[in-house]
């Protein structure tokens, strides 16, 4: 539901904006339009779905999008989000890997729809990395590696079993580990931000033993780095 109403937004923010801006566009070239469609967009989608994102309900949706461009820029920085997506895809299986914009949301559920782990994962009221976790973070860390210009979000979240406050000190343990971890694989701490949730921000209802596993997760949120930024910005100045 979230993905269809987003894709509703984008295409009513474009619509608006060309009706608004036809007489302006006409005068620019393909990079400008581009720029020009491309920031006055992006304000227009903030403001449609701003209290969908921003108010707690997603978080690495609403860092993804506030950490866009837009424009030529914003296309050729997603040129290059979609191959980053693509690896993770093929590194780890089990990993829910949605591109949105100009970044990538990366979800790691407790268990895969069949029943099977899928990757990064606790037990029962711990925080520690253990092997199979290990394994999938291996083979995240050689992604981040080959795309060293991005910036990285890591989120800790639970279901809704027991008290709010020791959930939320939960997730932050569970968060603060993966980052640790990246970080003992020599991704740089300047890349990383950590945050956590507790059960706050619910992917599914918790009305069953199933929902709640999909709530207990580490959610990424992958964005451009201001070297891909200024990259992208040149290279849409040199397509002019």
């Given amino acids: 539901m979230k993905t269809g109403f987003i894709k509703a937004a984008f295409c009513i923010a ?38 969908n994102v921003g108010n707690g309900k997603n978080t690495a949706l609403g860092a993804i999008i506030g950490a866009a461009v837009g424009g ?13 997506a693509e690896a993770i895809k093929t590194e780890i299986p089990g ?27 606790f037990a029962t009221n711990m925080a520690d990395i253990n092997s199979n976790s290990k394994l999938a973070l291996d083979k995240l860390v050689k992604v981040f590696n080959a795309y060293p210009e991005t910036n990285i979000l890591i989120e800790g979240h ?7 406050a020791y959930n939320e000190n939960l997730s932050q343990k569970r968060a603060a580990a993966v980052g640790s971890f990246l970080k003992a694989a020599n991704i740089a701490s300047s ?50």
Wanted: charged letters at 25%; aromatic letters at 4%; a neutral charge.
């Fill in 14 to 51: 474009t619509t608006a904006l060309f009706c608004a801006g036809c007489d302006t566009t006409k005068k620019l070239n393909n990079s400008q339009k581009g720029a020009t469609i491309g920031a006055g967009g992006g304000a227009v989608i903030g403001g449609i779905i701003g209290n």
């Fill in 72 to 84: 030529v820029a914003g296309g050729i920085i997603g040129h290059k989000m979609d191959k980053q």
């Fill in 95 to 121: 990993a829910e890997v949605t591109r949105v914009g100009e970044g990538i949301n990366v979800t790691f559920n407790e268990n895969n729809p069949d029943g099977s782990k899928a990757g990064v994962y």
């Fill in 158 to 164: 639970t279901d809704d079993v027991g008290e709010a």
């Fill in 191 to 240: 890349r990383l931000t950590i945050k956590w949730y507790g059960e706050t921000q619910p992917k599914v209802d918790n009305t069953s033993d199933a929902n709640r596993a999909l709530n207990r997760r580490v959610e990424f949120a992958i964005t451009a780095n201001d070297k891909m930024k200024a990259e992208a910005a040149n290279e849409a100045v040199n397509k002019n």
